[in-house]
């Protein structure tokens, strides 16, 4: 089996992260991408530890087994929808964590929590 030279695409990308509006936006996309994964990560270790197969688990939430082994073990976008009900299979939450200070606008009042919490 002969192997790809990839030697040109890595060049390529090389040249075009030199500009600075193309790297910030590769930035971004690698960052959530890893979110993604992240959370996707987290989910199948649930899963795991919970003794509950792929299937078992596409059962709980309404889903075809082929689509929830896909979405565990392929770099994928799922739908926040069915990680929100793998989650819920799970008996777990998402939460989205802010990882800084929040801008305050003058005069505002309310919650300054940092924590959104999906159910």
């Keep these: 089996m002969a192997t790809q030279d990839t030697g040109f695409h890595d060049r390529r990308l090389a040249r ?4 600075p509006e193309f790297r910030a936006e590769f930035d971004r996309q690698k960052r959530e991408i890893a979110g993604i994964d992240a959370i996707v990560h ?3 270790a649930l899963r795991e530890e919970q ?6 688990l596409a059962r709980a939430i309404g889903k075809n087994p082929a689509a929830v082994r896909r ?10 929808r069915t ?3 793998m989650a819920e ?6 939460k989205i964590v802010s990882r800084r ?12 929590a940092n924590t959104l919490e999906l159910a």
């Design 16 to 19: 075009r992260l030199e500009d």
């Design 42 to 44: 987290q989910l199948d």
């Design 51 to 56: 003794g509950m197969t792929k299937a078992e």
């Design 71 to 80: 979405l565990l073990t392929a770099s994928g976008n799922p739908e926040m």
């Design 83 to 85: 990680v929100v009900a």
């Design 89 to 94: 299979a799970l008996n777990a939450e998402v």
């Design 101 to 112: 200070a929040p801008k305050r606008r003058s005069g505002s009042k309310g919650n300054s």
